[in-house]
């Protein structure tokens, strides 16, 4: 089983910046993959960014290219979102997920385990 908890969500300004973490705990497997998703209230769960456990390719919706990245420190089982120049509709839950295999996916039903989410606030 694979545990994932969240944590570094918080309030920031339009512009600002905020860095997530999820840690996983149990078994973690090279050829998995690490998606963060969010969902702000009254919308759909939206895929943000996913990233390889193995290799360092990456993807992102197109509403976070450039602003967003998303990382990981094996050693550290942790993965992490860097979001910069926040904007307001960046406001959501974000969830941190992982999926088995090693190719990247956008789609929730594809991601095995789920951590229970951090509240990120942007004011502007």
């Known amino acids: 089983q694979v545990q994932l908890v969240e944590f570094g969500g918080g309030l920031a300004q339009a512009g600002g910046s905020l860095r997530l973490s999820c840690v996983s705990s149990g078994r973690t497997f090279s050829s998995y993959v690490m998606g963060w998703f969010r969902q702000a209230p009254g919308k759909e769960r939206e895929f943000v960014a996913s990233?390889?456990?193995?290799?360092?390719?990456?993807y992102y919706t197109d509403s976070v290219k450039g602003r967003f990245t998303i990382s990981k420190d094996n050693a550290k089982n942790t993965v992490y979102l860097q979001m910069n120049s926040l904007k307001p509709e960046d406001t959501a839950v974000y969830y941190c997920a992982s999926k088995s295999g090693s190719r990247w996916s956008k789609y929730e039903h594809e991601y095995d385990y789920w951590g229970q989410g951090t509240q990120v606030t942007v004011s502007s």
């Open positions: 990233i390889r456990w193995s290799g360092v390719s990456t």
